[in-house]
C-alpha cells in the first residue's frame, strides 16, 4: 500500500496562478468590498448567526435531501448528516461542479476533499455544530464539450451527445462502451476493478446521467458523511420561484452585478461571468435548456420557443418552475436560498465571479458566504524525480519557463562557457583601460573605439551564441528529457489538476489516496501541495 509524502510551496511561486487568485488565496482582506467577511474561523460564529436570522428553508432541504437519498445505499456518517440538516445547530459547507465524465479534472477530487477537510477543522474548533459538506451538481448544466470528456493520462475521453438538454436529464446512453474502455485500459491497477465493475452495474441500473453521477460520487465519497445534491428538483425551484419572477421584471442581476464587476475589475483586471439582461434557462418539453430572451414585448428562448409577455412568463415560472433554471449568476442565489450553508468552496475562477454578487444577496435578503480557496495540489511520479536527480534538478527549478530552464541547464553543465564568460570580463576590464588610456591623448581616439568596440561586442556575441549552441548540441539528450519532465509536470503547458482526471489516481491509490488529501487540504495553510508515493 502506498503512502504519501507532501512539500509545500506558496502559490506566489507557481507561475501558473492569476495574480488575483493569488492576492485573494493568500490576503482575502483585500477584496473585503466585495465580501461579506473573510474565510477565518474567527468569522464563523458570525456568520452562524447572520444565516439563522435570513435562513428559512431547513425543513425543505432536509425534506429534499432525503428524498433524493431515500434508495440510495447511505454510510453512516451520510445519514447522521441528513439528520443533523434538520436541527437548527446544523450548517453546510457546499463545493460545485458541473458532473464532468467520470469526475473530470483533479481539481474536482481537490474541492471535494477541501470541503470534507473543512467541515472536519470547523466541528473540532466549534464542537456544539454540526457541519455537513455538500456537493452541489450542476446537473442543469449543458455545456456537453465540456462535461462530455475528460483526459486519463495521455487518453482522452468523449462521451458523444448531440442533444441540448440539461446534462442531468440526459440518458446513458454510450456511457456503458466508455466504461469498457475504461477497463481495457486500467485493467492492471490494483483498485480499478472493482470501482470499474461497479460503474457498469451503476450504468445499467440509471435512467438519467444525474442517477449515475450520485452514485459515482457516492462510492468515492459516501464514506466521508459527503451529501450530493441535485437541484434540478420541483420543491427547491417552486421555493426560488418568487425571485426567479424578479429576476424576469426587474433584471436585478444585471443592474447589481454590472456595477460590482466594474469595480471588481479595476481591481483584478478581468470580469468572470458576464450578466445577461435575463439570466435564467428555460427547459423544453424535451428537456432542453435555452437561454430566456427579450423580443420588444414578448418573452422567448434563443431558439425561438415563444414564452408571451412579462406577466405570462412570469404566471410560467410560478405554475411550473421546473421548467426553468438559474444560469451561472444566479445558481449562487438558489444554493445560498436552500441551504443553512456557512462556506462555498472553490477555485479562483468561481471565487471572482461571486464576489459580482454580493449586492445581488443583499438585494434578496439572503446571506453571502464565505468564500474559501480550495486547496491546489500536484502529484510527482517517482520515475519524475528519478529524472530531475539525474539531472540535478529539483521541482523549484521547473518552476521557471522550459526555455530559461535549458537555458540554465546548458550553462551550468558548460566549462567552456565559463571560459568565454571569464574571457569576456577580462576583455571588458583590458577594453576600459585602453579606453582610458588613450582617449585623453586625442578626442578622435574616443570615437575610433567606440567604433572597434560595437564590432569586437557583436563578434563576441557571435562567438558566444555559437558555443552555446554547440553546448546544446552535446547536451541534446539531457534536454529532451528535461522537455519531457515538463510535459509530464505541466502538461499542455498548465497546471496538472486542470488538465488530468482523477479518477485515474483512484485507480492508481484508491482510498487512501482521498484520505490523505483530505488529511492533507486540513494543514496545507493556503500553500500549493506537491505530493508524491514514498
Not at 461579506?36 to 432541504?61: D, M
Request: contains cysteine; hydrophobic residues 35%.
Amino acid at each position: 500500500m502506498d503512502s504519501f509524502y507532501s512539500q509545500l510551496y506558496s502559490p506566489e511561486t507557481i507561475p501558473y496562478f492569476k495574480s488575483s487568485d493569488v492576492e485573494y488565496w493568500l490576503h482575502p482582506n483585500h477584496f473585503s468590498a466585495w465580501i461579506s467577511q473573510t474565510p477565518t474561523f474567527e468569522n464563523i460564529e458570525s456568520q452562524i448567526k447572520h444565516k439563522s436570522k435570513t435562513y428559512q428553508n431547513r425543513s425543505l432541504i432536509s425534506s429534499v435531501l432525503k428524498r433524493q437519498y431515500q434508495k440510495a445505499k447511505i454510510s453512516v456518517l451520510q445519514e447522521k448528516n441528513l439528520n443533523s440538516i434538520a436541527q437548527t445547530n446544523g450548517f453546510t459547507v457546499i463545493c460545485a461542479h458541473q458532473p464532468i465524465l467520470f469526475t473530470g479534472p483533479l481539481y474536482f477530487i481537490y474541492k471535494i476533499c477541501s470541503t470534507i477537510a473543512l467541515t472536519h477543522s470547523l466541528k473540532a474548533k466549534f464542537p456544539q455544530y454540526e457541519f455537513i459538506p455538500i456537493y452541489y451538481c450542476g446537473a442543469e448544466d449543458h455545456d456537453m464539450e465540456e462535461i462530455g470528456q475528460v483526459r486519463l493520462f495521455h487518453k482522452r475521453f468523449q462521451w458523444n451527445v448531440n442533444e441540448k438538454k440539461a446534462s442531468g436529464r440526459l440518458s446513458v446512453s454510450g456511457l456503458d462502451n466508455l466504461i469498457e474502455e475504461l477497463d481495457e485500459m486500467f485493467q492492471r491497477e490494483l483498485f480499478a476493478k472493482p470501482l470499474i465493475s461497479k460503474l457498469k452495474e451503476i450504468a445499467q441500473d440509471s435512467s438519467t446521467y444525474v442517477d449515475f453521477y450520485k452514485e459515482l460520487i457516492d462510492e468515492l465519497f459516501r464514506d466521508y458523511g459527503l451529501l450530493f445534491f441535485n437541484p434540478d428538483d420541483l420543491d427547491c425551484k417552486t421555493a426560488f420561484a418568487p425571485i426567479m419572477i424578479k429576476e424576469i421584471q426587474e433584471q436585478f442581476t444585471l443592474k447589481l452585478s454590472t456595477e460590482t464587476s466594474g469595480s471588481l475589475y479595476s481591481k483584478t483586471g478581468e470580469v468572470q461571468a458576464h450578466a445577461r439582461d435575463y439570466n435564467l434557462f428555460y427547459l423544453d418539453k424535451q428537456g432542453n435548456r435555452d437561454r430566456i430572451i427579450k423580443d420588444k414585448d414578448n418573452f422567448k428562448t434563443h431558439d425561438g420557443e415563444m414564452l408571451g409577455d412579462q406577466n405570462s412568463l412570469a404566471t410560467l415560472i410560478q405554475n411550473h418552475p421546473q421548467d426553468f433554471s438559474p444560469n451561472v449568476l444566479i445558481r449562487p442565489l438558489y444554493q445560498e436560498f436552500l441551504f443553512p450553508n456557512l462556506v462555498f468552496v472553490g477555485g479562483g475562477s468561481e471565487i471572482q465571479y461571486w464576489m459580482q454578487l454580493k449586492s445581488c444577496f443583499e438585494f434578496n435578503n439572503i446571506s453571502f458566504p464565505l468564500l474559501y480557496r480550495r486547496m491546489s495540489a500536484q502529484f510527482i511520479e517517482n520515475t519524475t524525480l528519478k529524472k530531475l536527480k539525474n539531472l540535478k534538478i529539483d521541482f523549484t527549478s521547473c518552476l521557471k519557463s522550459l526555455e530559461l530552464s535549458q537555458k540554465e541547464f546548458v550553462i551550468r553543465n558548460s566549462n567552456s562557457i565559463d571560459y568565454v564568460q571569464s574571457f569576456l570580463n577580462q576583455w571588458k576590464d583590458a577594453w576600459k583601460k585602453l579606453t582610458d588610456s588613450l582617449s585623453p591623448l586625442d578626442p578622435q581616439y574616443k570615437t575610433i573605439l567606440e567604433v572597434e568596440h560595437t564590432k569586437l561586442t557583436q563578434g563576441m556575441l557571435h562567438l558566444e551564441q555559437k558555443i552555446q549552441k554547440h553546448d546544446k548540441l552535446k547536451l541534446e539528450g539531457e534536454l529532451k528529457q528535461l522537455e519531457a519532465i515538463y510535459s509530464q509536470l505541466f502538461p499542455d503547458g498548465g497546471l496538472q489538476e486542470r488538465n488530468q482526471g482523477g479518477l485515474a489516481y483512484y485507480f492508481k491509490f484508491g482510498p487512501q489516496w482521498i484520505q490523505f488529501l483530505i488529511d492533507t487540504a486540513k494543514s496545507c495553510d493556503n500553500h500549493f501541495v506537491v505530493y508524491q508515493t514514498q
